[in-house]
């Protein structure tokens, strides 16, 4: 049993015993940016692409962007690259709405901003950074590119074809698909830009950060027709190497491979004339913050998730994992009958659309208007299908996302708490009665009025099963999983018109008590809450300022 497990239990249990150092105080003034800078580094502006045809959202949304939508992109280009980067983690407006939020008070002043990004990210940090390695098929000179999300620039770090290190460091055990391109993304996350707030709890929050942003693409991409798939095992010192940086402060946390449009260029094979030329970006990151802290729990979760890197599960090793089916429970209420749900369908919403619209609700939630049975089967139907399809299950056929709901105004269903199945389609009731209480006693923060929302969703992943099927290196992925059901949550409700917010200071273990689960492996690891806002909020359109 590997360190991971030892660090999931902290994790599970932080309501009731703080994880160390359990007197850190955050120091806002001396944090650090919202994405790297590399003030030396030349950059090119992307394509504007505002002017492309928005497609819609449903076909990459249900399943869980499983399914591919009838596009005719035979694969990216740089305007649909450009578009995608855009609308996912690209900076798309500024927020000003008035909500319950803590940073209400500053979001007037510049230095306090709060942009708006198509993707979720923990606690609005986001420290993904995204890396383009191009080959000689694309439309730029051969090299390393930063994406600046300040811009909607790439920044030039490092000349000359290194795709084929990524193919090396992929291995030749990589999925169908994943060597034979030359243009890669690749995801990094910098510890630092999420400790300063989370300490240790911040390797838990990046892992469902990588998952927010590989499903915003897989359902980005599904719906033109295209499919995408992150590779999360590979040698993952190597790349670090290739990108300059220390593993242990920033390091590589994912590998997505781009069908690239238009003829094929000949593969660059790494060279064999001088095995000790290892190319590596020399640019460095200017750091803010004048004083790093380092947290323990940190860089030991970052150790053991780096051990077995290389050894790729095999492709039905996450089927002892799998998220457990009403057939293997024997939690629900006695006699309780279980609750039809109509068909799950979507409002021909642009994925676009959807992703601009995207916002966390922060107490503005209104329970004089009940959400729809409909709209939440909708809802549930696209978290319960989310599938990341990555290098441990590439045919997506392993669910590790099981959902409850705790009902409070939907309409034709009766508070309580139930389990979601999703191949019947129904609601198994596992606590009746109002939720409304259990559920802001157990809410660490003051910005969500979950009382008030239609419904909370909680998704629960059997965390330790994955450890043990594929060792400690799946804690990243059964985390992005929770991310990556949050994302398609999100999107699933701005489609709908919902309100919708996601939180991780909730008490874990109350719920697993609540959901009788405290006997067997499954975790609860966000709540989700979704509803209708009040009418006619206070917000200011700084776009027409």
């Known amino acids: 049993m590997g360190y991971a497990h030892e660090y999931a239990h902290a994790v599970l249990h932080r309501g009731r015993v703080p994880m160390e150092p359990a007197d850190h105080v955050v120091n806002w003034a001396d944090g650090p940016r919202r994405g790297k800078y590399y003030p030396d580094a030349e950059a090119f502006a992307l394509p504007e692409t505002e002017d492309l045809a928005d497609v819609p959202i449903a076909p990459g949304l249900l399943p869980g962007a499983g399914d591919l939508a009838p596009g005719d992109h035979p694969g990216f280009g740089l305007p649909l690259l450009s578009a995608m980067l855009k609308d996912s983690y690209g900076l798309t407006g500024r927020r000003l709405g008035i909500q319950a939020n803590t940073d209400l008070a500053g979001l007037p002043y510049y230095h306090h901003a709060n942009w708006s990004r198509g993707t979720a990210g923990g606690g609005g940090l986001y420290p993904v950074s995204v890396h383009w390695a191009a080959g000689p098929s694309g439309p730029l000179t051969p090299g390393l590119h930063h994406y600046d999300v300040q811009r909607h620039a790439l920044q030039r770090l490092l000349t000359g074809d290194v795709t084929g290190r990524v193919r090396e460091a992929l291995g030749p055990d990589a999925p169908d698909g994943a060597l034979d391109t030359d243009q890669y993304l690749i995801l990094g996350v910098k510890y630092w830009q999420n400790s300063f707030k989370y300490n240790s709890f911040c390797f838990h929050v990046v892992c469902t950060d990588l998952g927010t942003l590989a499903q915003t693409w897989r359902i980005w991409a599904a719906a033109r027709g295209l499919r995408l798939a992150p590779a999360l095992w590979f040698d993952e010192p190597a790349l670090n190497g290739l990108l300059g940086v220390a593993g242990e402060q920033e390091a590589v946390f994912a590998v997505v491979p781009l069908r690239w449009d238009g003829p094929r260029a000949e593969r660059a094979e790494v060279p064999r004339t001088d095995p000790r030329h290892r190319p590596a970006v020399r640019h460095r990151d200017a750091e803010r913050s004048r004083t790093l802290l380092d947290f323990p729990q940190v860089r030991a979760m970052h150790r053991a998730t780096l051990a077995g890197a290389t050894a790729r599960p095999a492709p039905d090793a996450l089927a002892a994992a799998a998220a457990l089916t009403d057939t293997a429970r024997t939690d629900a209420v006695d006699g309780g009958v279980p609750v039809p749900l109509p068909a799950p369908a979507f409002p021909d919403t642009g994925v676009r659309r959807a992703l601009r619209e995207r916002r966390s609700s922060f107490g503005r939630f209104d329970a004089r208007r009940k959400v729809s049975a409909e709209h939440l089967s909708a809802v549930l139907a696209t978290c319960a299908g989310t ?13 590790l996302a099981r959902l409850y709901a705790f009902v409070n105004h939907v309409e034709g269903i009766g508070q309580g708490a139930y389990a979601y ?77 919902l309100g919708a917010g996601v939180a991780l200071g ?10 009788g689960l405290t006997g067997g492996d499954e975790a609860p690891l966000l709540v989700m809450a979704l509803g209708h806002e009040r009418p006619g909020p206070a917000d200011f359109r700084h776009e027409i300022a």
């Open 387 to 399: 599938r990341l399809a990555g290098d441990s299950d590439p045919a997506g056929k392993h669910r």
């Open 421 to 497: 199945d999703p191949d019947r389609g129904d609601l198994r009731p596992v606590v009746t009665g109002p939720q409304g209480p259990f559920l802001q006693e157990n809410y660490f923060l003051a910005n969500y009025n979950l009382e008030q929302a239609g419904a909370v969703l909680v998704p629960t992943v059997r965390t330790t099963a994955v450890l043990d099927a594929v060792g400690d290196r799946g804690y990243r992925l059964a985390v992005a999983t929770a991310g990556a059901v949050a994302q398609g949550f999100y999107l699933a409700a701005s489609a709908l018109g």
């Open 506 to 515: 909730f008490d874990n273990v109350s719920y697993a008590e609540r959901l």
